[in-house]
C-alpha cells in the first residue's frame, strides 16, 4: 500500500461518492474552496493494487495558539480494516507534523457509539474540547415520496406549506456567484434577528463559486410580489444534498417562504438520483435556551431522523502548546455556550 498526494479531481470525487457516507466536506470542491482563501490543504489517497482504498482532506488552520489540521467528515475507508485505519492515521499524522501542527482535529462520518469511541481511544485520540463542523444533524430519506414526507411533518408545517400556497410565492434558482451578494445582505438581517455572527461575503462567494464550477450547489430564492422572502444555498453531492445556509427576511417569517424552498430542492435532488436530504446542524431538543432552537424545530417539522457523529477528537503532535490550546478552548467553549 501506499499514500499519495492526490492530483485528479475526477479519481478523487468518483471514490468518495460511492460511499454512503460521502459528504461536501470531502468533496474536491471543499478544498478548492479553501485554496481560494489561501489555505494549505492536503488531499491523500491510499493506493493498493492499483485501487483506492481510503482517502481523507483537510485544511490547515494557524492560531496563535497553534497551527492545526482540519479534517472533517472524514476519512472515507473501510472502518473494520484495522490496518488500513492504522495505516491511514499514521500518515495523518504525519501530514499534521509536515504542516508544523500542534495537533489534528479529525471528526468522521461515524455515529456516535461506544464502539466508535474506543476505536478513536485505540488510535490514541482524546475528545476535543470543541466541536468540529456539524456533529448533530437531521437527515431525511429521500426514498419517501413527497406526500410520505408531508404525511410525517408536523401539523404546523403543513399548515405553513398550505398558507403559502395561497400566497402565489415564487421560487427561482441560481449558479451565479453574483447573486450571493444579495443573500449576503440577507443573512446581516437575519444575524441581527437572531443574534449570531455572520460569514464574510468574501467567504459565501468563494464557497459557492467552487461548487458552482462543478454544478454541485443551487441558490433557491422565494418571492412575494418581486420582493424576497427566504433563500437556501444548498449543496448536491454524491448520494446527499445539504442544506447548508439559509436566510429569510421579516416578510418571509410571516408568509412561510422557506418550507416552499426545502420541498423544491428535494424534488429537484430527487430528480438527481440523490437519496439524502441532510437539514444541517441541529440543536438538542431540550435545549431550549439555545439561539438555535427555533430554526432546528422548524427542520424537525419536516420528519427528520436524528444523526449524531461522534464528537470530533484531537490527534495530538505537539504536547506541550496543545495544553495551552485546550485550557483557552474549553474556556471560549463555556463563555460562547457551544
Not at 81 to 94: E, R, S, Y
Not at 100 to 120: M, T
Not at 177 to 205: C, G, M, N, W
Not at 243 to 272: I, K, N, W
Request: overall charge positive.
Amino acid at each position: 500500500m501506499q499514500i499519495i498526494d492526490a492530483a485528479n479531481q475526477k479519481q478523487w470525487d468518483d471514490f468518495i461518492t460511492s460511499h454512503p457516507e460521502s459528504n461536501f466536506l470531502h468533496s474536491w470542491a471543499w478544498g478548492q474552496f479553501h485554496l481560494s482563501r489561501g489555505k494549505t490543504i492536503v488531499r491523500r489517497l491510499a493506493i493498493e493494487n492499483d485501487q483506492i482504498v481510503a482517502a481523507y482532506t483537510g485544511q490547515v488552520e494557524t492560531a496563535k495558539r497553534g497551527r492545526y489540521l482540519a479534517i472533517a467528515g472524514g476519512p472515507i475507508l473501510d472502518w473494520t480494516n484495522q490496518a488500513l485505519v492504522k495505516t491511514v492515521f499514521d500518515d495523518i499524522a504525519q501530514q499534521g507534523g509536515a504542516n508544523h501542527c500542534v495537533f489534528v482535529r479529525i471528526r468522521p462520518q461515524l455515529e456516535e457509539s461506544q464502539k466508535s469511541e474506543q476505536l478513536f481511544k485505540d488510535l490514541g485520540l482524546k475528545p476535543a474540547p470543541i466541536y468540529l463542523s456539524v456533529e448533530y444533524a437531521g437527515v431525511l430519506d429521500l426514498h419517501k415520496t413527497e406526500e410520505e414526507i408531508l404525511a410525517n411533518a408536523s401539523q404546523r408545517l403543513r399548515r405553513a406549506i398550505r398558507k403559502a400556497g395561497k400566497n402565489n410565492i415564487t421560487i427561482s434558482t441560481s449558479t451565479d456567484p453574483k447573486d450571493i451578494h444579495e443573500f449576503y445582505q440577507i443573512q446581516l438581517e437575519t444575524a441581527r434577528r437572531h443574534d449570531f455572527v455572520s460569514f464574510s461575503e468574501d467567504f459565501l462567494t468563494k464557497q459557492f463559486t467552487a461548487f458552482a464550477a462543478n454544478s454541485q450547489v443551487k441558490l433557491y430564492t422565494a418571492r412575494y410580489e418581486n420582493q424576497i422572502l427566504a433563500q437556501n444555498f444548498i449543496i448536491f453531492y454524491g448520494p446527499e444534498a445539504s442544506y447548508h445556509y439559509g436566510v429569510s427576511t421579516q416578510l418571509g417569517t410571516q408568509l412561510s417562504g422557506a418550507p416552499l424552498l426545502h420541498m423544491q430542492a428535494m424534488r429537484d435532488a430527487r430528480e438527481q438520483g440523490i437519496i439524502r436530504y441532510n437539514f444541517w446542524g441541529i440543536t438538542a431538543e431540550d435545549d431550549i435556551k439555545h439561539r438555535f432552537y427555533g430554526v432546528s424545530q422548524f427542520k424537525r417539522g419536516f420528519g427528520i431522523t436524528e444523526l449524531k457523529y461522534l464528537h470530533a477528537h484531537d490527534l495530538i503532535l505537539k504536547p506541550a502548546p496543545y495544553k495551552l490550546n485546550h485550557l483557552i478552548e474549553t474556556a471560549r467553549r463555556r463563555t460562547r455556550h457551544v
